[in-house]
């Protein structure tokens, strides 16, 4: 009896798995899939006293942008998290949060952080992964 069921289960296995096995990196089969949406902790800031810094946390879709982020903020709370943006030929530029502008005469812009490193991406291009904590920060160049 577990002889008859042996060969009709390798096949059904060899139909199923991925070429290659389990242990390879697929995005089409997983024995464990990712989540569809992923938490993150975003935060804005600025060092001047008019400003009021404030954080949320977010639960979006796995493959979210930064950009993705911050309208997921505004749609929670958008007198806490309004921000304006310029589109570029190389994605939104972020020119204030909660009304503050970034300036070019004054040396400021919205520098765009993860886990406190500054990103090398744009709003529009860097992918958030789960419980990340992002951060709009006014600065100095």
Known sequence: ???SLAIPLAGFLLL???TGGLCQDSEDFSLFPR????FVLYSISADISTFTN???LLYVL?????FDVMNAAVA???SRFRFTYEYSNLGPYITSVQGLMAS???RTYWELMSNDVRLDKGAGNYKVTTWERLEI???KY
């Open 35 to 38: 989540p569809r949406k992923v």
């Open 16 to 18: 199923v798995l991925p």
């Open 54 to 56: 404030d954080t949320v």
């Open 137 to 139: 920060r006014y600065s």
């Open 62 to 66: 796995r493959d979210s942008t930064f």
């Open 104 to 106: 070019d005469k004054q």
């Open 1 to 3: 009896m577990m002889q």
């Open 76 to 78: 929670k709370d958008c």
